[in-house]
């Protein structure tokens, strides 16, 4: 049976769920960058949402669609740090019950805002343990509403008001890179690009480490690797999800890789030229259209930010481990 896919529909129904309640986040140009890649670079900073990422979007969305019965039940999801938070900070918004499964190895900043939202925490083992069977069978336990990070419909349609918002504020656009890890953003951003800037590109970025979307892009089917080990730990995704694989093989027309001392390039980047603290996988954007300079010049691209969620102590750290000049 085909997959029941959502529309560009469910992302402007989703934009008016979130409205007064998500914030509609800056979109921010650089000088320096502009001269870099001799192009106009907008910026969709969703590090600036609430809880720190874009995943609030789309775990709000979620949530505020539950019935009455499906609310009082609670809800279970997994992550290992961001969509972690935007489920357990939209439970305590709405009012609801939430369990989340976090990998013992999670950040500390997200881990305990996680806590501080109010949400009951399970940890286990990212690297052997299967976290969606873990909260698949909780769920089913305990009668309570399984919230994926990434493949469901409501998920991926409340992401996609991101790249609405970007595209309503400064029009269309040539090229849009955007972070990948399950396919959540890249899913909904492209519901939105194209309905609204028909002609535009969209690219997804993964860490070089852990390809299972290029891979699965070029083959036609999902392929599954085991956890990669990289310092993008939002985008440590095995396999893409089932919906959202659909529709990057629709809409998308390229996925790219970074390498990890990349991904500290622009987050040194970020920090020294635009002011802005972002997380690895926040950068995996900017870091694809660094690489891509050439083909963006006299361009005019878009870059979404993931989020910014990473410990002072560990962001020091990456920048004495891949010192670099920008």
Same mark, same amino acid.
Not at 294 to 300: A, D, F, I, V
């Given at each position: 049976?085909?997959?029941?896919?959502?529309?560009?529909?469910?992302?402007?129904?989703?934009?008016?769920?979130?409205?007064?309640?998500?914030?509609?986040?800056? &979109?921010?140009?650089?000088?320096?960058?502009?001269?870099?890649?001799?192009?106009?670079?907008?910026?969709?900073?969703?590090?600036?949402?609430?809880?720190?990422?874009?995943?609030?979007?789309?775990?709000?969305?979620?949530?505020?669609?539950?019935?009455?019965?499906?609310?009082?039940?609670?809800?279970?999801?997994?992550?290992?740090?961001?969509?972690?938070?935007?489920?357990?900070?939209?439970?305590?918004?709405?009012?609801?019950?939430?369990?989340?499964?976090?990998?013992?190895?999670?950040?500390?900043?997200?881990?305990?805002?996680?806590?501080?939202?109010?949400?009951?925490?399970?940890?286990?083992?990212?690297?052997?343990?299967?976290?969606?069977?873990?909260?698949?069978?909780?769920?089913?336990?305990?009668?309570?509403?399984?919230?994926?990070?990434?493949?469901? !419909?409501?998920?991926?349609?409340?992401?996609?008001?991101?790249?609405?918002?970007?595209?309503?504020?400064?029009?269309?656009?040539?090229?849009?890179?955007?972070?990948?890890?399950?396919?959540?953003?890249?899913?909904?951003?492209?519901?939105?690009?194209?309905?609204?800037?028909?002609?535009?590109?969209?690219? $997804?970025?993964?860490?070089?480490?852990?390809?299972? &979307?290029?891979?699965?892009?070029?083959?036609?089917?999902?392929?599954?690797?085991?956890?990669?080990?990289?310092?993008?730990? $939002?985008?440590?995704?095995?396999?893409?999800?089932? /919906?959202?694989?659909?529709?990057?093989?629709?809409?998308?027309?390229? /996925?790219?890789?970074?390498?990890?001392?990349?991904?500290?390039?622009?987050?040194?980047?970020?920090?020294?030229?635009?002011?802005?603290?972002?997380?690895?996988?926040?950068?995996?954007?900017?870091?694809?259209?660094?690489?891509?300079?050439?083909?963006?010049?006299?361009?005019?691209? $878009?870059?979404?930010?993931?989020?910014?969620?990473?410990?002072?102590?560990?962001?020091?750290?990456?920048?004495?481990?891949? !010192?670099?000049?920008?």
């Amino acid at each position: 049976m085909p997959l029941a896919l959502p529309t560009f529909d469910d992302v402007l129904a989703a934009a008016k769920r979130l409205e007064g309640v998500a914030h509609k986040t800056p &979109v921010m140009q650089s000088s320096s960058l502009n001269e870099k890649l001799q192009a106009k670079i907008y910026v969709k900073c969703e590090n600036f949402q609430r809880m720190g990422a874009f995943k609030f979007r789309g775990g709000f969305n979620a949530l505020a669609k539950l019935n009455d019965a499906q609310r009082r039940a609670g809800v279970v999801a997994y992550s290992s740090g961001n969509h972690a938070q935007a489920v357990a900070l939209s439970a305590r918004i709405l009012q609801i019950p939430a369990t989340i499964f976090m990998p013992h190895d999670a950040a500390p900043a997200k881990l305990a805002a996680t806590k501080g939202y109010g949400a009951t925490i399970i940890g286990y083992d990212r690297y052997g343990e299967d976290a969606s069977s873990l909260a698949t069978a909780l769920a089913s336990q305990n009668g309570l509403t399984f919230i994926p990070p990434f493949d469901h !419909p409501d998920v991926l349609s409340g992401q996609g008001t991101a790249a609405l918002e970007l595209f309503k504020e400064v029009g269309e656009l040539d090229v849009l890179f955007v972070c990948l890890g399950g396919g959540g953003l890249l899913s909904g951003s492209a519901l939105a690009a194209k309905a609204l800037s028909p002609s535009c590109q969209i690219v $997804g970025v993964e860490p070089e480490a852990g390809n299972d &979307v290029q891979q699965s892009f070029r083959r036609g089917e999902r392929v599954k690797i085991a956890t990669p080990v990289t310092i993008a730990d $939002g985008a440590q995704t095995p396999m893409v999800g089932a /919906i959202t694989f659909e529709i990057i093989k629709a809409l998308v027309n390229d /996925i790219h890789t970074v390498t990890d001392a990349q991904l500290v390039q622009s987050m040194r980047f970020y920090a020294e030229r635009m002011k802005m603290i972002v997380e690895p996988t926040g950068c995996l954007s900017l870091a694809a259209a660094m690489q891509a300079s050439e083909s963006l010049k006299g361009k005019k691209a $878009g870059l979404i930010i993931s989020g910014g969620n990473i410990d002072l102590a560990r962001f020091s750290q990456l920048m004495t481990d891949y !010192p670099c000049e920008l």
